[in-house]
């Protein structure tokens, strides 16, 4: 995609990896919004970085998504990407009795969020001459972590709808890219992790190729590993984390 001259707006913006990737795009000479719930957070990203914008937004709720596109739309008619990166991560457990809230709000935020917000914008997106939807998921989409099992599901699914979505829209002006991020230190300083400065250099020199998906090295491992023995990876990997538990935020 083209890395300048773009009118973007984020999903979680105000934090971890959707801030440090709209300050990346904001100083690469695009119109920047940001969105999430907590206010504080988007004013003070906004502040620190002049020109650029935000609106409240809560992707678990419809009517927010409706009122936030629609007010987008009408205040910068210009804009042609949408980033859907807000998720959150709870732990869970797939062997016991499951967590209605947790379920719940994971599948709505991870999931419906990015599928009801690129309904919201995808007419306006398909009226531009060149449109982006981009949508973050996840290396546990492909190498699921036990522990947050909802979680990875979502990630799952949410791999699979882009795939869908990118051919639904082949022959319109709107390209669909995924960004499938490792590990990253984005609100903590795990030494497991990648560094959340590396992450963002890394994804916005992929995302300037003409690509579709964004792999960085330190994701390609697990993007690959579905197939016949995709098994042996899950067991690893969950023993491995299982002997040294996460820090995840
Ligand atoms: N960090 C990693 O290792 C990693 C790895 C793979 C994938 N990812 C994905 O990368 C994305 C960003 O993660 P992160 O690590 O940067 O986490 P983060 O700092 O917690 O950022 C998540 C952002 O999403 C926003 N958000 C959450 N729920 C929301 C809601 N209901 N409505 C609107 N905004 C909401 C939060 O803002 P508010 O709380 O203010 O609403 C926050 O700014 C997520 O999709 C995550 O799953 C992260």
């Given amino acids: ?3 300048t001259g773009n009118t973007i707006f984020i999903t979680g913006g105000g934090s971890g990896i959707g801030r440090a990737l709209a300050i990346a795009l904001h100083n690469l000479g695009n119109k920047v ?3 999430g719930r907590r206010k504080e957070r988007l004013e003070e990203t906004i502040k620190a970085n002049p020109g650029m ?4 937004l809560n992707v678990q ?3 927010s998504i409706e009122a936030a596109a629609k007010q987008l739309i009408e205040e910068y008619p210009d804009v042609n990407v949408l980033i859907n990166n807000a998720g959150i991560i709870q732990s869970d457990n797939a062997a016991g009795v499951y967590d209605e809230d947790v379920l719940i709000s ?4 991870n999931l419906l969020g990015p599928i009801r917000l690129t309904s919201a914008f995808i007419e306006h997106l398909k009226s531009k001459e060149e449109a982006v939807v981009i949508n973050t998921t996840s290396i546990l989409g492909f190498v699921p972590l036990a522990t947050t099992a909802v979680y990875s599901a979502t990630k799952a699914a949410l791999h699979t709808y882009t795939l869908s979505q990118r051919y639904m829209l082949k022959d319109t002006s709107v390209k669909v890219i995924e960004i499938v991020p490792p590990w990253v230190q ?3 300083d795990e030494p497991r992790a990648m560094p959340l400065a590396s992450f963002i250099d890394a994804t916005i020199k992929i995302l300037g190729t003409d690509t579709d998906k ?9 993007r690959n590993n579905p ?6 990876f899950v067991t690893q990997l969950n023993d491995t984390m299982n002997s040294e538990p996460p820090k995840i935020h």
């Fill in 1 to 3: 995609m083209k890395l």
């Fill in 33 to 35: 919004i940001i969105s």
């Fill in 53 to 56: 914008s935000a609106v409240e």
């Fill in 61 to 63: 709720d419809p009517a």
């Fill in 106 to 109: 994971t599948v709505t935020t």
């Fill in 186 to 188: 984005s609100n903590n």
């Fill in 214 to 222: 964004v792999l960085v090295e330190e994701a390609k491992m697990f």
């Fill in 227 to 232: 197939g016949p023995n995709e098994n042996v």
